[in-house]
């Protein structure tokens, strides 16, 4: 009944925006949408000229849907999901392509993160939209132009640049669960060649988590400052500076999950979820030499981050035999990118003037070292260390030859070479020497000057490595087999077919993709119960492939003057070929005799691969200073993971919004989720005799962490 419940709202919400549609249509004036400008190519593209699977939200868009990071934008990009576990939703999926969760072992992340050209690939904290300008959300294999992190797709987040005239704007917010915001932006000229750019901000919010055995409402909080600068150095016509610094303290709490699946925890150690970040780039243009445009991109970032958890979710005397534990996380992690761009220019184009080229050479250091500590009943219970280091060297290139004046012909490549070293506290050493390749091919057909219609295919690859906490647990585990201390190098091949442009005068904009992903040697976290500390340990294996059709559709429609309607939606259905998860266990009653039960994974969904995604959203001037938006967003069941088959519940979501701009002022009033839907963001199953629930006699149970319930503030901000 619930479900056909939720199936009849679903439908009903997208009836009462399609006879919304239909109401505005009459009503069309001449008024046309602003062309967007893709960055996170290998040129600037329009984004209806770009033959590739793009989401782009600009900084109206942002405020609009009142976004504090990344995360609240996400559901917006068609067949885009992400997990929580954490404070955010820090881990991302494209395509149902992403690590879900980070626990002991280094991970090869599977969607990208750049911000400003510094790299944040898995470090989602750093992800704050203050000041931010734009964001580019990419799907599919980026081989060529990013290379390892990029299998799924890539998001680049890029601030505003500093602004020709004296700027200073301060804004607030506060809503419910003792939430509130302060923020300063200032920008303007320095001298006639240098201009500036800051902006800062303080988040602070109790959450929406109630710790009974605590009695606290702010174990699951948020307290994030974060600092941003930007100079630009305009030496010349033909030279351009940008540097960038950005600072980051996020102090948040971590106390989500329940044992009866509310609100209301237990947990006498409360959970954390911290990073300090300090990071900069330098980003330069030059275009004085006839034969070439040279593009360049250095960039630093150190980042400590903390995340500890209470591990039993309730406290001492709970639990049979006084058991209590936690877990606790430390990762100081420093990276190093430089990469060097050259392009063609009218000049230098090869083949009488019909084909242009990049080349580039790319390269990027890291290192990662972890200590974890867990304890037992409050008493320290083991300590364990890493380091993890990375070196990516490579050469890329693309060229773009015209065919006709109807068809071009794009490919791309890139060779990469990828050097890792593992080492840890328990005498594992391991090191990992890879020459990987990705790239494109890319046939574009202009049908006029406002239809595209692409074809495309892509190569994109995620380096193996080594499971360095299993190999050390196996000396105690006998259900541990060899075969799990290694993974290899996870590789796709993306076949998509695309449509863009823009009608009616520019006054409609859509784009259609449709997509068919085979992959090869998939990379799956599986976890084995270990008897010794009574805990799983998470491990990568390879599934033989897997396979991924898909189709991603975003319109955006001018139906008036003063009416606005958009919409997104995606359709998914990413399976596993050929794999059986060694995930599944029986124990008996001694709790030591742990036996392995196989289950054939083969046709079964990947986690976090919902069938369908949906935005639907208008905007309403009812006056020339007050503005309605309204929102339904919703997806499609899911599983939570690889190693056990409990699902979530398929959701929809209302929010609302409406603005006044008063010229210089302005305020919001504001809603999410206003129909107050419980929706899960992460999940855990806790099988046979290993039940989390002693009141329940450890039965077998689903444990969830939920997202947002609903949350109403006011927003204002004022130029001086």
């Known amino acids: 009944m619930k479900r056909l419940f939720k199936t009849k709202s679903l439908a009903h919400a997208i009836g009462i925006a399609a006879c919304l549609s239909s109401s505005v249509a009459t009503a069309a004036e001449q008024t046309k949408i602003e062309e967007v400008m893709v960055t996170s190519q290998f040129r600037d593209t329009s984004l209806l000229d770009l033959a590739s699977s793009v989401s782009v939200f600009d900084q109206n868009t942002i405020t609009a849907r009142g976004a504090d990071n990344l995360e609240q934008l996400l559901n917006m990009a068609p067949n885009v999901n992400f997990s929580a576990g954490a404070s955010r939703g820090r881990f991302i999926q494209i395509r149902g392509i992403g690590e879900r969760s980070q626990f002991i072992d280094p991970v090869n992340p599977s969607v990208g993160l750049i911000i400003d050209g510094i790299d944040f690939t898995g470090l989602g904290l750093a992800a704050s939209t203050l000041d931010i300008g734009q964001v580019e959300i990419l799907r599919g294999p980026q081989g060529a132009e990013y290379g390892a992190n990029a299998l799924a797709g890539l998001i680049t987040m890029n601030t505003a640049a500093p602004s020709a005239s004296p700027l200073l704007k301060v804004s607030a917010e506060t809503a419910q669960y003792n939430s509130r915001k302060l923020g300063l932006v200032a920008s303007g000229p320095l001298s006639e060649k240098l201009s500036y750019r800051i902006a800062g901000q303080n988040q602070q919010s109790d959450g929406y988590i109630k710790n009974r055995h605590l009695d606290r409402d702010d174990t699951n909080n948020i307290d994030e400052s974060i600092l941003r600068g930007k100079l630009r150095f305009q030496a010349s016509d033909d030279l351009q500076v940008d540097a960038s610094l950005l600072y980051l303290n996020a102090d948040n709490g971590y106390d989500a999950f329940s044992l009866n699946n509310t609100r209301n925890t237990l947990s006498d150690q409360p959970g954390h979820d911290r990073q300090e970040t300090v ?63 050259f392009m063609s220019t009218e000049q230098s184009t090869l083949f009488n003037g019909h084909s242009s080229w990049v080349i580039g050479a790319y390269l990027r250091n890291e290192s990662e070292d972890l200590r974890r500590d867990k304890t037992k009943n409050h008493q320290p219970n083991g300590r364990f260390n890493s380091e993890f280091d990375t070196e990516n060297y490579a050469l890329y290139g693309q060229l773009r030859s015209s065919l006709s ?85 996870e590789y796709m091949l993306n076949y998509e077919l695309g449509l863009k442009g823009s009608w009616l005068n520019n006054r409609v904009q859509a784009q259609v993709a449709a997509f068919y992903q085979d992959r090869s040697d998939v990379q799956a976290k599986q976890s084995i119960f270990d008897p010794n500390n009574f805990s799983f340990d998470d491990y990568l294996t390879n599934a033989a492939g897997g396979e991924t059709t898909g189709l991603e559709i975003e319109a955006n429609f001018l139906a008036s003057e003063s009416v606005r309607l958009f919409a997104s939606a995606g359709w998914l259905n990413a399976e596993f070929k050929d794999f059986s998860s060694a995930s599944h266990v029986d124990a008996k009653d ?48 899911f599983y939570f993971s690889n190693s056990h088959n409990e699902k979530s519940e398929s959701y929809k979501l209302v929010n609302a919004r409406l603005s006044y701009d008063g010229g210089n002022w302005g305020i919001a009033l504001w809603g999410r989720n206003l129909n107050n839907e419980d ?36 927003s204002a901000n004022y130029s001086f």
């Not at 079964?604 to 339904?632: D, K, W």
């Open 590 to 637: 001694d709790w030591n005799g742990i036996v392995l039960a196989p289950v054939d994974m083969d046709g079964r969904e990947v986690a976090h691969a919902p069938h369908y995604q949906f935005f639907l959203g208008s905007e309403i001037a009812l006056t020339s200073n007050l503005t309605l938006r309204l929102e339904v967003e919703g997806k499609d069941e």
């Open 405 to 489: 004046e109807a068809f071009t012909l794009v490919t791309g490549l890139r060779a990469e070479q990828r050097n890792a070293d593992y080492s840890d506290s328990l005498a594992v050493k391991s090191n990992n020497d890879e020459d990987l390749w990705g790239g494109n091919i890319t046939l574009e057909y202009h049908y006029n000057n406002d239809t595209l219609i692409y074809g495309t295919v892509s190569r994109g690859y995620k380096a193996g490595g080594v499971n360095g906490r299993i190999i050390s647990a196996a000396a105690t585990n006998p259900a541990i087999s060899p075969e799990t201390f290694e993974f290899d190098t």
């Open 279 to 341: 990071a900069g780039s330098i980003v330069a243009q030059w275009s004085a030499n006839p034969l070439f445009d040279l593009e360049s991109a250095l960039s630093v970032a150190n980042s400590n981050t903390e995340y500890g958890y209470d591990e039993d979710w309730a406290y001492v005397g709970y639990h049979v035999d006084e058991y209590s534990s936690a877990d606790n996380y430390q990762r100081d992690k420093d990276t190093v990118s430089a990469d060097f761009r």
């Open 679 to 714: 929706y899960a963001t992460r999940g855990f199953y806790f099988s046979n005799q290993f039940g989390n629930d002693p009141a329940k006699g450890y039965a077998p149970e689903a444990y969830y962490q939920y997202g947002e319930p609903r949350v109403a503030g006011i």
